[in-house]
């Protein structure tokens, strides 16, 4: 199986470490309508939404950073049908809400 675990619609980098002198965020509102992925018809674990941005400080150290609220998603598909994958991170999970098909 051709493993996608480290692709995403959307990448997040960010440790919580640097001072940009403002609040950093992400958009309150992701729409994601229409995304096609050509990932061969390769049978695989799918494409994360969000990726994960690694040490648990980006939301809680000195110089944090906002979520996005929600994530629209439609029109979803992919060479092999594969479905996207959901977040691994429980923070994303307890505080995104992702709606489909709206």
Same mark, same amino acid.
């Given at each position: 199986m051709n493993n996608l675990s480290?692709?995403?619609?959307?990448?997040?980098?960010?440790?919580?470490?640097?001072?940009?002198?403002?609040p950093v965020t992400m958009p309150h509102t992701i729409t994601i309508d229409g995304f096609y992925v050509m990932d061969g018809g390769?049978?695989?674990?799918?494409?994360?939404?969000?990726?994960?941005p690694g040490i648990g400080t980006a939301l809680t150290g000195p110089f944090p950073y906002a979520l996005t609220e929600t994530i629209f998603i439609?029109?979803?598909?992919?060479?092999?049908?594969?479905?996207?994958?959901? /977040?691994?991170? +429980? =923070? /994303?999970?307890? +505080? =995104?809400?992702?709606v489909e098909q709206w």
């Open positions: 480290g692709v995403s619609i959307v990448a997040t980098n960010n440790n919580g470490q640097w001072d940009f002198l403002l390769i049978e695989n674990s799918g494409i994360q939404l969000v990726t994960n439609r029109n979803y598909s992919s060479t092999s049908e594969t479905p996207w994958r959901h /977040f691994t991170n +429980n =923070i /994303f999970i307890d +505080n =995104i809400n992702v």
